[in-house]
């Protein structure tokens, strides 16, 4: 099964990759993309993601990649963790939210 992660080159991406990676042969996934359309991001958080990934269960494919198509063509299932904004609307939700006492 491929499971496609948009959003791939987030600072989160080495916790999610470690749960999918620890789960991967019982839910039957062999191939894993993250994609993030932030090359730099993807290079850095990304790599660590595989890596991560390669220690648990180095039988799961893992691929990173900038492209949305190669991601998504023939994925079972996608997962998106974007935030529209990038981290500058990060700093702008988070004040809002600090800003009302939410945080």
């Given at each position: 099964?491929?499971?496609?992660?948009?959003?791939?080159?987030?600072?989160?991406?080495?916790?999610?990759a470690k749960s999918?990676?620890?789960?991967?042969?019982?839910?039957?996934?062999?191939?894993?993309?993250?994609?993030?359309?932030?090359?730099?991001?993807?290079?850095?958080?990304?790599?660590?993601?595989?890596?991560?990934?390669?220690?648990?269960?180095?039988?799961?494919?893992?691929?990173?990649?900038s492209d949305p198509?190669?991601?998504?063509?023939?994925?079972?299932?996608?997962?998106?963790?974007?935030?529209?904004?990038?981290?500058?609307?990060?700093?702008?939700?988070?004040?809002?939210?600090?800003?009302?006492?939410?945080?």
């Amino acid at each position: 099964m491929k499971l496609t992660v948009i959003g791939g080159g987030g600072v989160r991406s080495m916790f999610l990759a470690k749960s999918i990676a620890q789960k991967a042969e019982a839910l039957n996934i062999d191939e894993l993309f993250f994609m993030d359309n932030d090359e730099k991001k993807l290079n850095i958080y990304g790599k660590m993601a595989k890596k991560v990934s390669n220690l648990l269960y180095d039988k799961l494919n893992f691929i990173l990649t900038s492209d949305p198509v190669e991601a998504v063509k023939n994925a079972d299932y996608v997962i998106n963790t974007i935030r529209v904004g990038g981290d500058e609307m990060r700093v702008c939700d988070e004040r809002i939210a600090l800003s009302l006492c939410l945080l």
